[in-house]
């Protein structure tokens, strides 16, 4: 799903058809090999009348709404804006740590394939130590847009680092980061977090930054607009 939060045991029993990784499986097999091909057959007939209502229901998973407050919250919060044409609101923001490796991939696949599109990274902190320094150098870098690239640019994905290089002296967030970081544990409280707001000014979340939640999240965000234009306004 390529983002970073802690997960649940696994449990086989719970997983039909899986395993674990000390290869334990669950207890999916059928009882008698004579019954063996009507089972097959029978698991074919409901995959197939099934198979429509899984595939809507997968890419309803794929992102997800959020309250309309949600975008004020990110907005509210200190972020570094590092693509777009000047004078134009980002319509997708990402919520990140400076030592995220799937950050640091995020930021990579969006350089590449979407170059010109307008996202403003908010940095949180949580994977390590000195991420909420690291997350405040960056803040309050003399180019923060150069410091964000620098760090994953350079990023070490052997000791899962960031590149960037803070200053001696340990800085912290801004008060104002507390309220964030509130909202972003309860919205999942994983990274990177990828939210968009739509044309008509709804505010999707990315279940993940895999290929497939990437783009299908991306896709519906609204053209960047003006920063003296409504949201509900077209350019």
């Known amino acids: 799903m390529s ?4 997960r649940a045991p696994f449990h086989p029993a ?24 009507c089972r097959r057959i029978a698991h074919l007939l409901a995959f197939l009348l099934l198979a429509p209502v899984l595939l809507a229901q997968a890419q309803v998973r ?5 309250p309309e407050a949600a975008w004020e919250t990110l907005q509210a919060a200190p972020g570094i804006r590092w ?6 609101k980002a319509s997708v ?11 640091a991939r995020l930021d990579r696949t969006l350089r590449a394939r979407h170059p010109d599109l307008a996202v403003r990274w908010v940095p949180t902190a949580y994977f390590k130590p000195d991420s909420e320094a690291m997350a405040a150098a960056l803040l309050s870098a ?19 680092h960031g590149g960037y290089a803070p200053p001696p002296a340990a800085k912290r967030l801004v008060d104002g980061h507390a309220a964030l ?26 279940m993940g930054s895999g290929d497939r ?14 920063v003296y234009e409504a949201w509900n306004e077209t350019p």
């Not at 983002?3 to 802690?6: D, F, G, S, Y």
């Not at 923001?93 to 950050?103: H, L, M, S």
């Open 3 to 6: 983002w970073i939060r802690a």
């Open 14 to 37: 719970d997983n039909p058809g899986l395993s674990d990784e000390a290869g334990n499986e669950s207890p999916a097999h059928c009882g008698r090999a004579s019954k063996g091909a």
């Open 62 to 66: 794929s992102y997800r709404e959020l």
């Open 83 to 88: 693509s777009g044409a000047q004078g134009m």
């Open 93 to 103: 923001q990402v919520v990140c740590d400076a030592n995220c490796p799937y950050c």
């Open 142 to 160: 003399p180019d923060p847009s150069a410091a964000l690239a620098a760090n994953y640019r350079d990023y070490d994905f052997g000791k899962n």
């Open 181 to 206: 970081k509130a909202a972003w544990k309860q919205w999942g409280g994983f990274t990177p977090m990828v939210i968009v707001r739509t044309r008509d000014g709804r505010v999707l979340q990315a």
């Open 213 to 226: 939640f990437l783009e299908s999240v991306l896709a519906q965000a609204a053209p960047p607009a003006r």
